[in-house]
């Protein structure tokens, strides 16, 4: 019986260490505390797998903040920008090439591959110097070991790792980051090194970007990599960990020629062609083969009886002893642990499994290889499974057909964006540079308060609508003071972009501790989409109008896109996505309508979370960008001409999917920028030309840093180098409802003298 489990979640299953996290940041705690609760965490998840059974267990998949960001410090990687003088990295540089600190900006952060999780890119180039500056691989193994648990130490392999990074500042586009591989092995060499000393017998790799479409060249780049490390490998058994998709042939037959690799896992989920690759290219006799066949990134308890035929078929392959049962990637992207949730009805909480269930699910499996089956738990797998699929709140036969409707049509606005901008401009006379925000302000302590005691039925309706009322008029009039043109309401009355949404939509479901980090601290916490979709009634008319009455000034209606509520939900696995989504866009359609009859005349519906669905491979990326733009377009196809439809997007690689962005038809796009260094903008100085508003981000609002007017008017005028005048919007890179009031007005102040200085600049250049 041999189980594995990729990774597992590091928060908590109460977010512990999160909040441990944010006492530290805002002082209030040592580091010797923070460093006390992670150690607890770490301790408790080792213990877990280890009762329920799990033969190899990971170690060093915890982290304070990001594993490609201990990646980076483990190679002494640090920006020439932190003035870090070398020895262990602690956590003054680290959590600074994080979040930034009161001088200095953050590095860039952009999704893993397609989840909700935002990594820290490396910034290197031909004159970074690495050296071994964090040991915290070799720290936790031992930890574990001290537990008497053997575990497997993960590392973020060393080709991925320089496949994800980009050129430092200074440093050519094109610089080759594979050039680099030579200097970073012996840093790796080192690790291998003392971990082998320490008594590690399994070393795993996780190298992701092997599911993408590489290059020979590329491809190439693993086999120097491995075979380089080989002797250094010696003694250890490796695995290399791949997941998110099937793995292409050409680096299938690449990784299963590598000497030095003892072990290959592969996502058995997402990556249903890849059971077919190993069934027509054959395994390696003498390499195991860890199969991920349990959901690392749903919530749904997987079928027992069927993936337990599906490893018995690949143990015909593979022979017994070479098979192990798996995840089919880190456990990290779903919820912790299903105990914990108190207020979720019995029948779809017998449908699911978190993290702490799929650890069970994993050992359960490879009991059942081994002839050691448990009937019981089988049994009661295969009722939950039968009672899903015949549930009548899980099947709605109008919305299936009004879905079904969709398919094979197109649904746009009439008339062209630039004849629309021009009615748009008419009704709302706005300056040239119009400024905005994204949408959200500060959440303060009494607010979350108020929300939370509503919700558990402790302050009555009327208090709370008071209390929201208040609030807004606040946002509202600081705003005005700060001569803001467009305005939010602020969304006091929203816990989650996507979880307010989904709590007045049917085929929803919550949770209370279902949170899974996004980055850093901050976590999130899906819904869980078990049913046909619809809108049962209006969802922000009435805030949105009562912020209208507060001003004469345009006020955006605040709606998340059909795409985004998709992407940032646990989704049901029963039918394909795109017919979910456009459930989902249908009853965005309705608030959208409903919005504009109620005077709304800027609705901004956001779609953060477009380009994180985009497939891995390119031969799949077509069919999704046309099913999400249609959702997309579906939501704003009815309404007038003088109404104008925004959208935002977030941190995310945006360049390859610009046509599809543009093929959206919204009137202005507000789309982050500062943070990656303007990368937005090469699109547009590579002659794509844009015809509707767009706001690049002029400032980051994930780091504390307040920047100044100075550097925003910079920033501006970089966009003004590529963009024509009369589109260009100044507004910050995302919604500013992590952020403390004492960061956000003067922020926002020195955004609107910025727009204010350049229009006075402009005017007088005519």
Not at 168 to 193: D, H, M, T, W
Not at 581 to 589: N, P, R, T
């Amino acid at each position: 019986m041999a189980s594995h489990i990729v990774g597992y979640p590091r928060m908590g299953p109460k977010r512990e260490l999160k909040f441990a996290l944010e006492s530290f940041w805002d002082g209030k705690s040592s580091a010797e505390d923070l460093q006390k609760v992670a150690a607890d965490l770490r301790s408790s998840i080792w213990k877990q797998m280890a009762a329920a059974g799990t033969k190899y267990i990971p170690s060093n998949t915890f982290s304070y903040y990001d594993q490609v960001l201990d990646t980076t410090a483990m190679l002494g990687a640090v920006p020439d920008r932190y003035n870090w003088t070398g020895g262990e990295i602690g956590f003054s540089t680290y959590f600074s090439m994080a979040r930034g600190n009161a001088s200095l900006p953050a590095m860039e952060m952009t999704k893993w591959f397609d989840t909700n999780y935002h990594f820290i890119v490396p910034e290197l180039g031909p004159n970074t110097k690495f050296c071994y500056a964090s040991h915290k691989a070799v720290t936790e193994y031992n930890e574990a070991k001290a537990l008497g648990i053997d575990t497997v130490p993960v590392l973020v392999g060393p080709v991925s790792y320089l496949l994800l990074s980009k050129p430092a500042k200074g440093v050519e586009k094109g610089f080759p980051l594979l050039s680099l591989l030579e200097k970073i092995l012996p840093v790796y060499q080192e690790v291998i090194a003392e971990l082998k000393e320490a008594g590690a017998s399994w070393i795993q790799f996780d190298e992701p970007t092997l599911v993408k479409d590489l290059d020979s060249h590329q491809l190439q780049a693993f086999t120097v990599a491995y075979s380089e490390l080989e002797s250094s490998l010696s003694g250890l058994n490796v695995l290399i960990e791949t997941y998110f998709a099937d793995v292409p042939a050409a680096a299938y037959k690449t990784i299963t020629s590598l000497k030095a690799v003892t072990g290959l896992g592969f996502d058995l989920v997402r990556g249903e062609k890849t059971i077919d690759l190993i069934k027509s290219a054959g395994f390696p006799a003498n390499k195991y083969l860890f199969a991920g066949v349990v959901d690392g990134r749903n919530i749904w308890a997987i079928d027992l009886a069927s993936s337990l035929s599906t490893l018995k078929e690949l143990e015909t392959i593979v022979g017994k002893d070479k098979l192990v049962v798996s995840t089919s990637c880190s456990l990290q992207h779903t919820a912790v642990d299903l105990v914990n949730e108190t207020k979720l009805d019995d029948e779809i909480k017998s449908w699911l499994a978190f993290a702490a269930q799929k650890v069970v699910e994993v050992n359960a499996l490879a009991k059942a290889l081994a002839g050691h089956k448990d009937e019981a738990f089988f049994a009661a797998n295969a009722a939950a499974q039968a009672s899903r699929k015949s549930s009548p709140r899980v099947n709605n036969a109008e919305v299936q057909k009004a879905a079904a409707a969709l398919k094979g049509s197109d649904h746009r606005r009439v008339t062209n964006v630039s004849s629309r901008l021009e009615a748009q401009q008419k009704k709302l006379n706005l300056p040239l540079l119009p400024t905005t925000t994204i949408g959200s302000f500060p959440q303060t302590i009494e607010l979350r308060r108020l929300r939370r005691e509503y919700k558990a039925n402790k302050t009555s309706e009327e208090v709370y609508v008071k209390g929201i009322k208040e609030e807004i008029a606040q946002v509202v009039k600081l705003q005005e003071e700060l001569d803001i043109d467009v305005l939010v309401h602020g969304e006091p009355e929203r816990n989650d972009m996507v979880e307010y949404f989904g709590e007045q939509l049917s085929g929803f479901a919550f949770t209370v501790n279902g949170w899974v980090q996004s980055y850093g601290s901050r976590c999130v916490k899906p819904p869980i989409i078990y049913g046909d979709v619809s809108r049962p009634k209006a969802m922000t008319v009435f805030w949105s109008s009562m912020a209208q009455s507060m001003t004469s000034r345009p006020m955006k209606g605040m709606l998340t896109g059909p795409v985004t509520i998709l992407n940032w939900s646990f989704v049901r696995n029963d039918q394909p996505r795109f017919e979910t989504c456009y459930q989902i866009a249908l009853a965005i359609k309705d608030e959208v309508e409903d919005l504009e009859a109620a005077g709304i005349t800027v609705i901004q519906i956001d779609e953060a979370a477009l380009r994180e669905g985009l497939p891995l491979r390119k031969s799949e990326e077509a069919f999704y960008l046309d099913w999400a733009v249609h959702s997309f377009r579906i939501t704003n196809c009815g309404v007038k001409d003088s109404t104008q439809i925004h959208t935002h997007m977030c941190y995310s690689n945006f360049n390859d999917i610009i046509h599809s962005i543009i093929d959206m038809d919204a009137d202005v796009i507000t789309i982050e920028n500062s943070r990656s260094d303007e990368k937005l903008l090469s699109v547009f100085r590579e002659g794509v030309k844009y015809g509707a508003g767009i706001g690049p981000g002029v400032y980051d609002i994930h780091s504390p840093r307040i920047p100044s007017m100075e550097e925003i008017s910079d920033r501006i005028k970089k966009m003004l180098a590529v963009l024509e005048t009369n589109i260009l919007w100044v507004n910050p890179d995302c919604g500013l409802k992590t952020r403390k009031y004492a960061e956000v007005k003067p922020a926002l102040a020195a955004m609107v003298a910025a727009a204010k200085l350049l229009r006075k600049e402009l005017a007088s250049a005519k």
